[in-house]
């Protein structure tokens, strides 16, 4: 078993993490730089020859303390560098990091380089030869402190060099690992192999063009140039399995080369479509890519294609250095899509999320990335009707000016004063209680008045101060969608104001009926967090990634009470989500806990509100099953029962984890039941749940349980005006 550490582009390591699991690799661990996994010799030459994402291959072949400078050279002469260098060879050292008094990386090489040395001259053999330019074997050391791992360089140069762009001088490209990792997101792979096209409206010199078409013949990107990788001059080399791997590579691409799916691509300059074209013909695809010379104004399609994805990185200002133009380019392309690409798929990468809002059409989703050290923005589109927007306002910070300019008769109008002085109001009236009880996390606003349904939620957060959540209730068909949107901006251009606040810490999102897995989808990628503390316990929230920021806030009296309950005793807490329940339980002196949800995501949330805490998971056990499983296997033979149980299931909820779906109203008397079985013979149960319509069934368990509805008392002060929010109840036994 060989342990090899994978480099990539900043932002790229969960999904080359995904990938290297792909090729066999065991222990894949995300490092801020790359992915460290372990696997066979074969493991870490197909991540070689088959990686997309990683920029290096290190095969690591030492890992060990330091005891001081001296000891590095030292650590180094002890390894048998005749099995990674011949005695007359040549090689390269390269440094990073610092410790034990080595700040410099060009000093660190120089004490790796010694120990290489001193281990050849020590046996009477010849010295090898430092070659910076060409050398036989790279090794790249790093020191953390006083920990060193040196590692050999199974490549020799960086493998989002295809070797399809040899000799071209491309202004500003996009890195092609980095396009790769975009058609990832984009579902490239998927629509491909159900015959979809691609097409690049504005192509530029070609990158995601020609990623596409080696994703979809099954293209090794290592294929280009796996004769000249450092590995083919390591000593310790393996070149019948490489030859072997090489050989199924070919075989896999001629294959794939016969079920390849049309690919297109535009764009108005003649120098980038010339250095496109060089491009796919050096990569073998000249007879598979189309491409025409065609603004986005002008554009149409050309040909019967089959629908599929649309992906572009258009200019962003850096490239364009005139703003209007830019965001009439955006335009452009909306109405392009808009116009010619119904029922098509579209992923756009901008370096300034604001331009994404021209295009005019609501994004399901978006992800972080980087080009280089420049950090951008996927958009990823449905193009369809019902997700066709105007375009976006001018782009400004000044939110009440745009509203002013676009619409006229709010300036000052008595409706943006209105919602001004509700929301002034709200505040005034929380004011005593959000002190007396310190709460820093609680709803301001809430549809108060009927034509301005939006919930505000405020944030007041270690980090960098207040924050706002801000959820629109997806309007009814029957209302007009640009009156909903006048009520919209009118709404929102106050909001800086009142709560004095920048417009870059307003996060806003459409709450609506989510249907099968949409209700756990990713909606961004940005993982930022935050920290509130709520009942004595530092609570982790996030503003963007998904619908809801990790913490349900008209639930807060209600974890309140199961952690009052919990004092001195053994919690359960089922579909437990973050386990901010249990977090404030095992603040409050809860002795022992069971959580349980089935999103890894969830529980590594919650992982991290317990270490926010100090809390001890030895003790408190976070667990990812399909709670129903579960039940129904401890409700046959508990293995333990629990002084208090909480239990807050999802209104209805599907996974690709759980066959099937939960209906909480259709389901909650058997689920119960299960539940109770767990529960000790003075324990105390809290049932809750947010269905509006939920109705209990208590003829169910009148026999043998008293039942106590505290649905009332555990309304807290911010979420009284809607009280059919959340319901709950206490079970005990008669």
């Keep these: 078993m060989c342990r090899f550490f994978a480099t990539s582009p900043k932002g790229l390591s969960e999904l080359l993490r995904e990938e290297l699991l792909s090729f066999g690799a065991d222990s894949p661990k995300v490092q801020p730089t790359g992915v460290t996994?372990?696997?066979s010799l074969e493991v870490g030459y197909r991540t070689c020859l088959w990686s997309r994402l990683a920029n290096r291959v290190y095969k690591v072949i030492l890992q060990t303390k330091l005891d001081n400078q001296e000891d590095l050279t030292e650590q180094v002469a002890t390894i048998d560098w005749r099995k990674h260098l011949v005695a007359n060879g040549t090689f390269a050292v390269s440094f990073s990091g610092q410790g034990m008094g080595i700040t410099h990386s060009h000093?660190?090489?120089?004490?790796?380089?010694?120990?290489?040395?001193?281990?050849?001259?020590?046996?009477?053999?010849?010295?090898?030869?430092?070659?910076?330019?060409?050398?036989?074997?790279?090794?790249?050391?790093?020191?953390?402190?006083?920990?060193?791992?040196?590692?050999?360089?199974?490549?020799?140069?960086?493998?989002?060099?295809?070797?399809?762009?040899?000799g071209q001088q491309v202004t500003a490209p996009l890195k092609e690992n980095v396009a790769a990792a975009i058609l990832m997101r984009s579902q490239w792979p998927e629509i491909a192999k159900s015959g979809g096209c691609l097409y690049d409206p504005m192509c530029g010199s070609g990158t995601f063009l020609v990623e596409a078409a080696m994703m979809a013949s099954d293209c090794a990107p290592g294929l280009f140039k796996a004769e000249r990788m450092l590995l083919t001059?390591?000593?310790?080399?393996?070149?019948?399995?490489?030859?072997?791997?090489?050989?199924?590579?070919?075989?896999r691409e001629a294959d794939g080369l016969q079920n390849l799916p049309n690919i297109y691509g535009s764009d108005l300059s003649h120098r980038s479509?010339?250095?496109?074209?060089?491009?796919?013909?050096?990569?073998?695809?000249?007879?598979?890519?189309?491409?025409?010379?065609?603004?986005?104004?002008?554009?149409?399609?050309?040909?019967?294609?089959?629908?599929?994805?649309?992906?572009?990185?258009?200019?962003?200002?850096?490239?364009?250095?005139?703003?209007?133009?830019?965001?009439?380019?955006?335009?452009?392309?909306?109405?392009?899509?808009?116009?010619?690409f119904v029922g098509w798929q579209a992923s756009v990468l901008t370096c300034h999320s604001e331009l994404g809002l021209y295009i005019g059409i609501k994004a399901k989703r978006s992800h972080d990335f980087f080009n280089g050290a420049m950090p951008c923005r996927l958009f990823r589109f449905d193009v369809e009707e019902t997700w066709f927007r105007e375009p976006a306002l001018e782009i400004s910070t000044d939110l009440a000016t745009q509203v002013q300019r676009h619409f006229p008769e709010l300036s000052a109008s008595e409706n943006a004063v209105m919602i001004a002085n509700r929301i002034k109001k709200n505040l005034k009236g929380l004011k005593p209680w959000l002190k007396k009880e310190d709460i820093q996390a609680y709803r301001v606003y809430d549809a108060d008045i009927p034509e301005y349904a939006l919930a505000i939620d405020v944030y007041e957060t270690e980090e960098s101060g207040r924050h706002l959540v801000v959820a629109e209730y997806a309007p009814p068909k029957t209302v007009n969608p640009a009156k909903a949107k006048k009520r919209l901006y009118e709404a929102m251009s106050v909001l800086p104001e009142v709560f004095d606040i920048d417009p870059n810490d307003i996060h806003f999102k459409v709450r609506e009926r989510q249907k099968g897995s949409a209700q756990y989808e990713r909606m961004d990628e940005q993982k930022r967090y935050y920290t509130i503390t709520e009942n004595q316990a530092k609570i982790r929230v996030n503003f963007t990634d998904y619908l809801d920021t990790g913490l349900f806030l008209d639930h807060r009296t209600v974890r309140q009470k199961v952690a009052e309950l919990s004092h001195g005793k053994s919690l359960l807490n089922l579909f437990c989500y973050t386990a901010t329940a249990t977090t404030e339980a095992a603040v409050a002196g809860c002795k022992s806990s069971l959580s349980i949800d089935m999103s890894k995501t969830y529980l590594y949330w919650a992982t991290h509100n317990f270490m926010c805490n100090g809390i001890d998971e030895k003790r408190h056990v976070l667990l990812q099953e399909n709670v129903l499983e579960w039940l129904d296997k401890e409700a046959e033979k508990p293995s333990q029962t629990y002084d208090v149980i909480f239990i807050d299931p999802p209104s209805f909820s599907t996974s690709k984890r759980m066959e099937g779906t939960l209906d909480i109203q259709r389901d909650h008397v058997d689920i119960l039941e299960k539940t109770l079985k767990l529960l000790s013979q003075s324990g105390k149960l809290i049932f809750s749940n947010n269905l509006r319509k939920f109705k209990l069934e208590r003829s169910?368990?009148?026999?043998?349980?008293?039942?106590?509805?505290?649905?009332?008392?555990?309304?807290?002060?911010?979420?009284?005006?809607?009280?059919?929010?959340?319901?709950?109840?206490?079970?005990?036994?008669?």
Excluded: C
């Design 700 to 734: 169910a368990f009148d026999a043998m349980w008293h039942i106590e509805d505290i649905t009332q008392s555990t309304m807290p002060q911010d979420f009284k005006r809607n009280p059919k929010i959340h319901q709950a109840w206490i079970f005990s036994r008669q």
């Design 273 to 340: 479509l010339d250095i496109a074209r060089e491009a796919v013909m050096a990569a073998g695809y000249d007879d598979v890519i189309e491409i025409k010379q065609m603004s986005v104004e002008q554009g149409r399609r050309w040909g019967d294609w089959q629908s599929g994805l649309i992906v572009s990185n258009p200019p962003y200002g850096e490239r364009l250095g005139d703003e209007e133009t830019v965001k009439q380019i955006y335009q452009a392309l909306g109405q392009y899509l808009k116009a010619e």
């Design 107 to 166: 000093y660190g090489a120089l004490k790796v380089k010694d120990g290489i040395v001193d281990f050849f001259q020590n046996r009477g053999h010849q010295r090898p030869v430092v070659d910076t330019e060409n050398p036989d074997l790279r090794i790249h050391a790093h020191l953390n402190r006083n920990e060193l791992t040196l590692s050999i360089d199974l490549i020799g140069y960086s493998l989002h060099q295809r070797g399809y762009r040899e």
């Design 37 to 39: 996994f372990e696997g």
């Design 233 to 251: 001059r390591w000593k310790g080399h393996d070149s019948s399995l490489w030859q072997t791997l090489v050989t199924e590579a070919e075989t």
